[in-house]
């Protein structure tokens, strides 16, 4: 829910203060089940989801508050202070977009008989299609950036449905 408050201080100056809470509803999340249905029902098998960075997937982490804190501290310690802040950025700044982004990865990891796969992306440019991307899970042997070009990202998304290499997993992509 979306709460605004205006407050008129001197002539011509008007101040609007924000509150940003979560929304109960996420209709993205809802409609991705229905997707998912009617999927299942064409007997489609295949799926590649966008989702956020801050969505774990296992063994990176046992619980999502817990694993965004342990997984932001070990990168800190082993990587980067860019990294961590990456992790911790999406739930602070976005929080009802990061919520929506987890929920539809959610939804998507729970279909068993899918072969899905949801890929992670940090920081979105508008480089070269050249770029190599490197797909891995989060933690201190993560190789990829912290930016990721739509036109590589768009390629590394055709092999992947050909290749199939990440079947029932979460990668996340960036540059190297």
């Known amino acids: 829910m979306w709460r605004t408050t205006k407050t008129v201080g001197a002539p011509f100056q008007t101040l609007y203060v924000v509150l940003i809470t979560y929304f109960v509803v996420q209709p993205l999340a809802e409609d991705i089940k229905t997707v998912l249905k009617v999927m299942k029902s064409k007997g489609i098998r295949r799926i590649l989801a966008l989702s956020t960075p801050s969505y774990y997937a296992h063994p990176e982490t046992v619980s999502e508050i817990s694993g965004l804190i342990t997984q932001s ?6 990587r980067s202070f860019f990294m961590s802040a990456w992790l911790l950025m999406p739930p602070l700044f976005v929080p009802q977009a990061n919520a929506e982004m987890i929920a539809i990865a959610e939804a998507v990891a729970a279909e068993e008989d899918l072969d899905w796969t949801i890929f992670r992306v940090p920081h979105l440019n508008e480089g070269n299609a050249d770029f190599p991307v490197w797909a891995g899970l989060l933690g201190p042997d993560y190789k990829g950036s912290l ?8 390629r590394w998304l055709l092999n992947e449905i050909d290749e199939r290499a990440w079947i029932r997993a979460a990668p996340a992509l960036g540059n190297c």
């Open 73 to 78: 501290r070990l990168i800190f310690q082993q």
């Open 147 to 154: 930016e990721l070009s739509r036109a590589s990202q768009a």
